[in-house]
C-alpha cells in the first residue's frame, strides 16, 4: 500500500530565501507526482506534473525533481515571496491504480 | 480556460434535509472526481467519473449520491447526511482517467448541523 510523507509539517523563513520541501513514497512503481499548493478553505492548485520517466520539471521560480529509485521528490522554490505561504501538497498516482494517494502536506510561512 | 468551478462556495444543511452540489469544467475533460477534505489533512478521493460513467467509488456511504449528466457536469446529490460529513469537497478535472494532471476547482464548504 502506497504511503506519502511530507517533511516538515511546517516551515517559516525569511522572505528572500531559497527552500525545499520534501516528499516521500513508499512504492517506487508510480505513474507521475504532482505537486500542489493549497491556501486556507481553497481548493489546490497545480504547480508541477512529473511523469515517471522524468527526472524533474521547472515552472518559474519553482524546481521539482524525482528520484523513484529511492521514493523521493523535491519542491525547490527560489527566492520565496510572501504570497508563497500556503500549504504545499504532493500526490502520487502507483502504477496499475487510477488514484493519486496525498501526502499530509507542509504549511509554508515566508515571513516579510 | 483551465477552470473548474464549483457552486455553492458554502452550504450549511440539517441532517435530514437534501441538497446537491455542482461541479463545472470547459477544458473538455472526460474524466471528473470528487474529493473530501477535512480540516488540515490531505483530500481523500471520492468518486471518479469516465467518460460519463462511474468508474471507481471508494466505499463511499449511499448517502453520497455522485451524477454526471454531461462530459462538463458532476453533481453530488448529498441526502441524510452526519455531522462528521462537513468538510470542503472538492472537484477535480483531467484529461482522461490515467496518469493526467488534475484540475481542481476552489471547493465546497459543507456543514451539516
Known amino acids: 500500500k502506497q504511503e506519502v510523507t511530507q517533511i516538515p509539517a511546517a516551515l517559516s523563513v525569511p522572505e528572500g530565501e531559497n527552500l525545499v520541501l520534501n516528499c516521500s513514497f513508499t512504492?517506487?512503481?508510480?505513474?507521475?507526482l504532482q505537486w500542489f499548493r493549497q491556501d486556507p478553505g481553497k481548493g489546490l492548485t497545480s504547480l508541477l506534473l512529473?511523469?515517471?520517466?522524468?527526472r524533474e520539471q521547472t515552472s518559474g521560480r519553482l524546481n521539482a525533481s524525482l528520484d523513484k529509485s529511492s521514493g523521493r521528490s523535491t519542491l525547490y522554490i527560489a527566492a520565496s515571496q510572501p504570497g508563497d505561504s500556503a500549504t504545499y501538497l504532493c500526490?502520487?498516482?502507483?502504477?496499475?491504480?487510477?488514484?493519486?494517494?496525498f501526502g499530509t502536506g507542509t504549511r509554508l510561512k515566508v515571513l516579510a | 480556460d483551465t477552470e473548474v468551478t464549483q457552486t455553492p462556495k458554502h452550504l450549511v444543511m440539517g441532517m435530514t434535509n437534501k441538497k446537491s452540489l455542482k461541479c463545472e469544467q470547459h477544458?473538455?475533460?472526460?474524466?471528473m472526481y470528487w474529493y473530501k477534505q477535512k480540516a488540515k489533512k490531505p483530500p481523500e478521493l471520492m468518486f471518479v467519473?469516465?467518460?460519463?460513467?462511474?468508474?471507481i467509488n471508494e466505499s463511499v456511504p449511499s448517502r453520497f449520491s455522485p451524477e454526471c449528466p454531461n462530459s462538463s457536469l458532476l453533481n453530488l446529490h448529498l441526502h441524510a447526511l452526519q455531522p462528521e460529513d462537513s468538510a470542503l469537497y472538492l472537484c477535480?478535472?483531467?484529461?482522461?482517467?490515467?496518469?493526467?494532471?488534475?484540475?481542481f476547482g476552489p471547493g465546497t464548504r459543507l456543514t451539516v448541523t
Open positions: 477535480a478535472s483531467s484529461i482522461r482517467q490515467g496518469a493526467y494532471e488534475q484540475y
Open positions: 512504492d517506487s512503481a508510480i505513474y507521475n
Open positions: 512529473i511523469q515517471s520517466s522524468q
Open positions: 500526490a502520487v498516482r502507483t502504477s496499475g491504480t487510477y488514484k493519486y494517494i
Open positions: 477544458m473538455g475533460h472526460r474524466a
Open positions: 467519473y469516465s467518460y460519463e460513467k462511474l468508474s
